[in-house]
């Protein structure tokens, strides 16, 4: 029997997971024990190439290039290139033709990046299971059109992978939690990631899933309360130090920090130490005080979930399950106002990192004969 692995590509994060004994598990980093890979690769000054973790690291403190959400470039053309994203990623100065980033003398295509991500998932799958891993089932978002599919199945087959199948990320999650095993219903599947918002109604007949309507924002996500944080705490600073980069990613980093503390404490404490430049910044925060500050950002995913209920041509009673996908999800804010948008609880019982790459795996196990309790 052929083993077939599950692999989320995520925007901020990707992961790897396996469906073994029955059940589906994420494959952690053998040195870290971390689940996830942040989707980040680096391209040193001296021509090495770094992934994940270390990437960003390194993007922070030495000279090279860090790319990182080349997720938001699968498939695009230049002309989809906006100014912010020229400000943030190095472009080649072409207008046309297939997204490029350039890198010294040579330029990288979304997939051949995305490829790098995916080699590192593979190699971390086989040395857990001490042999070759080939076969893969590789989530996608609902809305991907036909040339963002072919991009995934291009960086896959890049990084000597064999793309059994392109699974959709709500499906995914939907199976997850395996609601495949009901008659039938009515799904939202909520994903508030680290840079996206994607709202997708499922409709669920006889075990096959149906997108009906899909919807979401491609610029909002857990990086906009990152930085409405590392703004705020900045303010409270003296000087003008936005455009000092090395104040401006520590601020971030600790930002981030105080925002994952506050989705299990009441209060968390803002920390910025950079002795080497005279700083030296504490500040508490509130739950309360957080909730007041981010409520219009997570307000944001209000509209597009109305346009896709809409667009399914339901009502919020009509929906018979909500699952919450994505680390943004973590906070109680966020459940509070999917809840509020669908009058029921969300599913939370899995850990909403790693419910996409799960869900993945449970595909891959029915498609490897693993599994013989489902049908899709
Ligand atoms: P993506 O689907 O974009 O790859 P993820 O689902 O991995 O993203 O979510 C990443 C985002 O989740 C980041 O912005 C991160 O800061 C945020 N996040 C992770 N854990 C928590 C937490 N406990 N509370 C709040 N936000 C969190
Ligand atoms: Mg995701």
New binding site residues.
Partial sequence: MKRILGIDL?????LIALFDESVPHVILDPQTGDP?LP?AVFFSADGSIHIGAKARGLGAASHGVLLTSVKRFMGRGMEDVTDDDRRAYPFPDDTQGIVRFRVGHRDYTPPEVSAFILKELKKRAEAYLHENVSSVVITVPAYFNDSQRQATRDAGRLAGLDVMRLLNEPTAASLAYGLEKKASGHIAVY?L????FDISILRLKGGVFEVLATNGDTRL???D??NRLAHYFLKNLSVDLLPDREIWNSARASA?AV??GL??EESAEFVLSLPHRSIEYRQELTRKEFESLIKDIIERTVAPCRQALKDAGLKSEDIDDVVL????T??PLVRAIAQEMFSRPPHTELN??EVVALGAAVEAGILSGDSQDMIL
């Fill in positions: 995520g925007t901020t994060n990707s996830l989707s994903d990631g680290g840079g996206t996500g857990g990086d309360i990152d981030e925002k994952i989705s299990r996908v994505g680390g943004s973590r906070i909403p990192e």
